[in-house]
């Protein structure tokens, strides 16, 4: 079943729901570009409670992938602590990008860093691993090697899901119309889209998600997408609620 939502603001994601006239809403429970823990804000039980689908985004300087052990090490704790309040607010997933090995690091490389980040793991919520647009080396940019860091991981026994950003698949050079087919091929399924047009070309390797309809992505190849992964869709599109809410209203409409 499709449910349509948004990111929202963490402030009062029931609101922000309302607002976009969203099915499922996606949040940061800290600020996405520092290392600081969520804090309680009071309203968890109300979240834990409401009927409304929750998933939260891990901070962005999360890497498992990296090749800097201190980085790693400030990854798996930053995790621990992100799906320890992702729980505590019923989410269904706390998304966390494929990363890279920094440097010279090669895709292999990268691997072993998730299985030794993953290893002193024990997370309270779902891991769910989106799908990134750049990096030679980035372990979830190619399909070909997100494959092989989905196998390496729950044959090591670690219950990991998928995140398909249609943005990141354009932009990392991943054929669009086929990559919700794809990815299920390999994963089995998809737990959730992030449904973004692309301001830059086909494997650009650059990420900026564009308003949909406004940017690279063709609207038929977004909305095969949706219509393949039959899950939870969010849209990450600039503009605020009142944007967010049309590119909701356009996608509905369009589904039928």
């Given at each position: 079943m499709i449910y349509l939502g948004s990111h929202v603001e963490r402030k009062d994601p029931l609101q922000g729901a309302v607002?976009?006239?969203?099915?499922?809403?996606?949040?940061?429970?800290?600020?996405?570009?520092?290392?600081?823990a969520?804090?309680?804000?009071?309203?968890?039980?109300?979240?834990?409670?409401?009927?409304?689908?929750?998933?939260?985004?891990?901070?962005?300087?999360?890497?498992?992938?990296?090749?800097?052990?201190?980085?790693?090490?400030?990854?798996?704790?930053c995790l621990q602590e992100q799906t320890t309040a992702a729980a505590a607010v019923g989410a269904l997933g706390l998304v966390v990008h494929g990363g890279h090995p920094t440097g010279g690091g090669t895709v292999a490389q990268g691997i072993d860093n998730w299985l030794e980040v993953m290893?002193?793991?024990?997370?309270?919520?779902?891991i769910l691993i989106e799908n990134t647009a750049g990096g030679s080396a980035a372990v979830a940019r190619r399909f070909d090697d997100f494959a092989?860091?989905?196998?390496?991981?729950?044959?090591?026994?670690?219950?990991?899901?998928?995140?398909?950003?249609?943005?990141?698949?354009?932009a990392g050079g991943e054929e669009l119309s086929s990559s919700a087919e794809r990815l299920i091929r390999f994963a089995g399924s998809i737990e959730l889209v992030h449904l973004n047009?692309?301001?830059?070309?086909?494997?650009?390797?650059?990420?900026?998600?564009?308003?949909l309809g406004e940017g690279s992505c063709a609207m038929q190849d977004l909305l095969q997408v949706v219509q393949v992964a039959n899950t939870y869709t969010v849209v990450e599109t600039p503009g605020g609620y009142v944007d967010q809410a049309r590119d909701l209203s356009v996608v509905r409409s369009s589904l039928g």
């Open positions: 607002n976009r006239q969203a099915d499922v809403v996606q949040i940061f429970l800290s600020p996405p570009q520092a290392w600081a969520p804090k309680i804000r009071g309203d968890e039980h109300e979240l834990l409670s409401a009927e409304l689908p929750i998933f939260v985004h891990a901070p962005y300087l999360a890497n498992p992938a990296s090749a800097n052990p201190a980085v790693r090490e400030k990854t798996r704790r290893r002193d793991l024990e997370p309270e919520c779902r092989r860091l989905l196998d390496a991981l729950r044959g090591a026994g670690h219950d990991v899901g998928v995140v398909l950003d249609t943005c990141h698949a354009h047009d692309s301001k830059d070309d086909f494997n650009s390797g650059r990420d900026n998600h564009q308003s």
